[in-house]
């Protein structure tokens, strides 16, 4: 499904413009995949039925972690982008052993209905079953057919450190590789897709090993920034990661259930 040799022909390219990007390291390639495979695989998309656990600060998000069982084509890209050779490719532009957690924890479909959002954040750092991996990546491929900026959903970055951001487009078979750390926040603002029309994407997260936990493990972090988002939310936004943390402690980490 996915044109490795597109990645590697033109490799130091791409590992250029990641490492330069600004506000923060990240890389958009567009046609990545078969562009004909991709298309049938969009059109048998279903409507998913599980609804994101971010509560407030995602609205009207649905996800399905383990999108493989839809068939055989949505296999195929599942079992690319966590292949050797995207692992290869992500190690080259990142200057870092990078691989693809095979397990998806946390990644998978995802469907934004009518006006949906997600919040500004970051993302947990540690991987809540694997306590040594960092959370180095996230890779995005956006599924929005006859996208038009007048959409909205666009992919937005911005750098806790400087307040620089970026607007990204997420039209059909785009990739967006971007940098996790303590200062790249991301998320969308509402959309204005037509009806019946969905902001689809399928996310999967790249890490590399660390011999022990050397920085304190951090849960979602969320900066609520719309305009009707009231002091509540954002001071909740700030510190639902301890309430989280101290529910997986006890409970165990729900994120994955969304099958």
Same mark, same amino acid.
């Given at each position: 499904?996915?044109?490795?040799?597109?990645?590697?022909?033109?490799?130091? $390219?791409?590992? +250029?413009?990641?490492?330069?990007?600004?506000?923060?390291?990240? %890389?958009?390639?567009?046609?990545?995949?078969?562009?004909?495979? +991709?298309?049938?695989?969009?059109?048998?998309?279903?409507?998913?039925?599980?609804?994101?656990?971010?509560?407030?600060?995602?609205?009207?998000?649905?996800?399905?972690?383990?999108? =493989?069982?839809?068939?055989? +084509?949505?296999?195929?890209?599942?079992?690319?982008?966590?292949?050797?050779?995207?692992?290869?490719?992500?190690?080259?532009?990142? =200057?870092?052993?990078?691989?693809?957690?095979?397990?998806?924890?946390?990644? =998978?479909?995802?469907?934004?209905?009518?006006? $949906?959002?997600?919040?500004?954040?970051?993302?947990?750092?540690?991987?809540?079953?694997?306590?040594?991996? #960092?959370?180095?990546?996230?890779?995005?491929? &956006?599924?929005?057919?006859? #996208?038009?900026?007048?959409?909205?959903?666009?992919?937005?970055?911005?750098?806790?450190?400087? =307040?620089?951001?970026?607007?990204?487009?997420?039209?059909?078979?785009?990739?967006?590789?971007?940098?996790?750390?303590? &200062?790249?926040?991301?998320?969308?603002?509402?959309?204005?897709?037509?009806?019946?029309? &969905?902001? @689809?994407?399928?996310?999967? &997260?790249?890490?590399?090993?660390?011999?022990?936990?050397?920085?304190? $493990?951090? @849960?979602?972090? #969320?900066?609520?920034?719309?305009?009707?988002?009231?002091?509540?939310?954002?001071?909740?936004?700030?510190?639902?990661?301890?309430?989280?943390?101290?529910?997986?402690?006890? %409970?165990?980490?729900?994120?994955?259930?969304?099958?």
């Amino acid at each position: 499904m996915i044109n490795f040799d597109l990645l590697f022909e033109n490799k130091e $390219s791409y590992r +250029l413009k990641y490492l330069i990007a600004k506000p923060f390291p990240h %890389l958009t390639i567009e046609n990545i995949c078969d562009s004909e495979k +991709l298309k049938k695989m969009h059109s048998q998309i279903p409507l998913l039925e599980s609804k994101s656990r971010d509560y407030m600060f995602a609205k009207n998000k649905f996800e399905k972690s383990n999108y =493989g069982e839809l068939g055989d +084509l949505f296999l195929e890209l599942q079992l690319d982008l966590k292949s050797d050779k995207m692992n290869e490719f992500l190690s080259f532009i990142s =200057g870092e052993k990078v691989f693809v957690d095979p397990k998806n924890h946390g990644g =998978g479909l995802h469907q934004g209905r009518k006006n $949906s959002f997600l919040d500004m954040h970051l993302d947990y750092n540690y991987h809540p079953i694997n306590n040594n991996w #960092w959370r180095e990546m996230n890779l995005l491929l &956006y599924l929005n057919k006859d #996208w038009k900026q007048s959409y909205g959903g666009h992919l937005d970055l911005e750098d806790l450190r400087t =307040g620089e951001k970026k607007k990204c487009n997420v039209g059909f078979n785009t990739l967006i590789i971007q940098k996790c750390g303590d &200062y790249t926040l991301h998320g969308y603002k509402p959309t204005n897709f037509p009806e019946g029309n &969905y902001r @689809t994407s399928i996310a999967t &997260y790249a890490f590399t090993k660390h011999i022990s936990q050397i920085y304190p $493990s951090r @849960t979602t972090d #969320w900066f609520p920034n719309k305009e009707n988002d009231g002091r509540f939310k954002k001071i909740l936004g700030r510190n639902l990661h301890k309430i989280v943390k101290v529910k997986n402690y006890i %409970l165990g980490s729900g994120t994955a259930k969304n099958q």
